[in-house]
T-cell receptor
Framework: GQNIDQPTEMTATEGAIVQINCTYQ??????LFWYQQHAGEAPTFLSY????GLEEKGRFSSFLSRSKGYSYLLLKELQMKDSASYLC???????????FGPGTRLSVLP | DTAVSQTPKYLVTQMGNDKSIKCEQN?????MYWYKQDSKKFLKIMFS???????INETVPNRFSPKSPDKAHLNLHINSLELGDSAVYFC??????????FGPGTRLTVL
């Protein structure tokens, strides 16, 4: 079966650092994606991991441990505009099959 | 210069009607998708097409029928609409199984 877990909601303060976790149990694995989705808008791509380790992209970093079925998205120097839902998605082993997690709604407070 | 576009943006209709949603991408991608996002914001894949051929067809009622006239278009036709079909439908495209780019979504409300 396919199961992806994320915390439902998180709150953080402007300028702080926040870590959003994602755990997965899927029948196959061929990469993990993080997307950002503002209310009423489409998801937009943030980062991608297929090998273990940390990928850094400006204020955003994503980490993957395949043996633990675990990833996190790290957001630094939080800004108000970072208030959004963050979706973790696993690509299955047979190509175009993607399973999305329930999303974590992040609220950034002044 | 819109990358992935969908029409209409909003669709309000009565139960039992048939409706279509259109999607077009100008990114030159070979794979297109339809997703449903329900009121709990769960994004679930419905269909995936690669080079106009159906690759993935998740457990979706056969009232939903995708059609891909060419690699740049993937339309979704829904027959006999039900209340539970109310959701936001997103089209997306990618090069093979790479990063997906999503359209703006179509908010469907069935009354």
């Amino acid at each position: 079966g396919q199961n992806i877990d994320q915390p439902t909601e998180m709150t953080a303060t402007e300028g702080a650092i926040v870590q959003i976790n994602c755990t997965y149990q899927t029948s196959g694995f061929n990469g993990l994606f993080w997307y950002q989705q503002h209310a009423g808008e489409a998801p937009t791509f943030l980062s991608y991991n297929v090998l273990d380790g940390l990928e850094e992209k400006g204020r955003f970093s994503s980490f993957l441990s395949r043996s633990k079925g675990y990833s996190y998205l790290l957001l630094k120097e939080l800004q108000m505009k970072d208030s959004a839902s963050y979706l973790c998605a696993v690509r299955g082993s047979y190509g175009q099959n993607f399973v999305f997690g329930p999303g974590t709604r992040l609220s950034v407070l002044p | 210069d819109t990358a992935v576009s969908q029409t209409p943006k909003y669709l309000v209709t009565q139960m039992g009607n048939d409706k279509s949603i259109k999607c077009e991408q100008n990114l030159g991608h070979d794979t297109m998708y339809w997703y449903k996002q329900d009121s709990k914001k769960f994004l679930k894949i419905m269909f995936s097409y690669n080079n106009k051929e159906l690759i993935i067809n998740e457990t979706v009622p056969n009232r939903f029928s995708p059609k891909s006239p060419d690699k740049a278009h993937l339309n979704l036709h829904i027959n006999s609409l039900e209340l539970g079909d109310s959701a936001v439908y997103f089209c997306a495209s990618s090069w093979s199984s790479d990063t997906q780019y999503f359209g703006p979504g179509t908010r469907l409300t069935v009354l």
